[in-house]
């Protein structure tokens, strides 16, 4: 079992920052890989970013590279969203998720995560 709490969200203008927490708890070896995802209203869960914690390699979506970045602090088990040059397109619940298979290169499709957490709202005004 694995406990997944976000914080960090909020209301930002377009072009600010903001920076997404994520802190998991229940499992201790830390063979997993995380993942942030949003969901707009009316759209899909869509992928962002993640990360595979045994080997560090980092995955993004094409929308948000070069703005977005997903680091890790092992000492916490917390792992960061953060968000630069933020668009109104950006607006969504963002969800912190966690796939317990080791993988070189963690994937792209929500299928794979087995956690969830209960997701924080960011909103981007124009």
């Known amino acids: 079992q694995v406990q997944l709490v976000e914080s960090g969200g909020g209301l930002v203008q377009a072009g600010g920052s903001l920076r997404l927490s994520c802190a998991a708890s229940g499992r201790t070896d830390s063979n997993y890989c995380m993942g942030w995802f949003r969901q707009a209203p009316g759209k899909e869960r869509e992928f962002v970013a993640a990360?595979?914690?045994?080997?560090?390699?980092?995955t993004y979506a094409d929308s948000v590279k070069g703005r977005f970045t997903i680091f890790r602090d092992n000492a916490k088990n917390t792992v960061y969203l953060q968000m630069n040059s933020l668009k109104p397109e950006d607006t969504a619940v963002y969800y912190c998720?966690?796939?317990?298979?080791?993988?070189?290169?963690?994937?792209?499709?929500?299928?794979?995560?087995?956690?969830w957490g209960q997701g924080t709202q960011v909103t981007v005004s124009s």
């Open positions: 990360i595979s914690w045994t080997f560090g390699t980092i």
């Open positions: 998720a966690a796939d317990l298979s080791i993988r070189h290169s963690p994937l792209k499709d929500r299928i794979a995560y087995d956690y």
